[in-house]
């Protein structure tokens, strides 16, 4: 799996949009990038995921540069309880998984700690 | 759903005794997954398994650790003897293998071990 890069934290004042950057310069075509939170004291939590376009859910959204070999979270309307690590993941294609039957499994790397102020 | 259910949420135990954390999935999830988490080394996997077998336990540290899952409800984290450094948050996961879920795990609340 690529490597990713993120900044160790970064602060965001109630209401604005966050904006979490992930750099995966060594990304293959056919990996996608997954973000997922750990708010303190809980399990992590699924966000978002996409391969080259840009993709909105209910909680975010992820912008993937034309290259592949970054990303952004955007977190439109940043509210306290949004403070969390955020672990940007880079995954192989689960086809191409089932295929080669290698393993399903995340790999998490140290994520940023947003801190959403008031 | 109530979601990935794990137990006991705090263990307290003294170096060398044995202790077992159990996980049960997401009903109809076929892959399950421990993770254990520590400050020092983040968020590391330690096994996973698909339909109840053992895929890839690469991740665990050492003999003293082993996990089963004797059916798809439920699975167990062993650690015999149990040492200070073993301290940590363990988390269980699963997910299943339909078209619609990707990638995409449930985990639960976790476990956190401390070993006097």
């Known amino acids: 799996d690529a490597k990713t890069t993120q900044p160790p934290s970064m602060d965001c004042a109630e209401g604005r949009a966050a904006n979490l950057p992930c750099n995966h310069s060594t990304i293959s075509g056919n990996e996608y990038v997954y973000w997922y939170r750990q708010i303190h004291s809980q399990g992590p939590q699924y966000i978002i995921h996409g391969l080259k376009n840009n993709e909105t859910n209910e909680m975010a959204s992820l912008i993937i540069t034309e290259d592949r070999k970054s990303s952004t979270l955007i977190l439109p309307h940043a509210t306290l309880r949004d403070t969390a690590v955020y672990y940007c993941i880079v995954r192989v294609d689960r086809l191409l998984i089932r295929q080669s039957g290698s393993a399903r499994q995340l790999t998490f790397g140290s994520g940023t700690q947003l801190t959403v102020l008031p | 759903d109530a979601g990935v259910i794990q137990s006991p949420r705090h263990e307290v135990t003294e170096m060398g005794q044995e202790v077992t954390l159990r996980c049960k999935p997401i009903?109809?999830?076929?892959?399950l997954f421990w993770y254990r988490q520590t400050m020092m080394r983040g968020l590391e996997l330690l096994i996973y398994?698909?339909?109840?077998?053992?895929?890839?336990d690469s991740g665990m540290p050492e003999d003293r650790f082993s996990a089963k899952m004797p059916n798809a409800s439920f699975s167990t984290l062993k650690i015999q003897p149990s040492e200070p450094r073993d301290s940590a948050v363990y988390f269980c996961a699963s997910r299943t293998a339909t078209e619609s879920s990707y990638n995409e795990q449930f985990f639960g609340p976790g476990t956190r071990l401390t070993v006097l």
């Open positions: 398994f698909n339909n109840n077998v053992p895929i890839d």
């Open positions: 009903s109809g999830h076929d892959y």
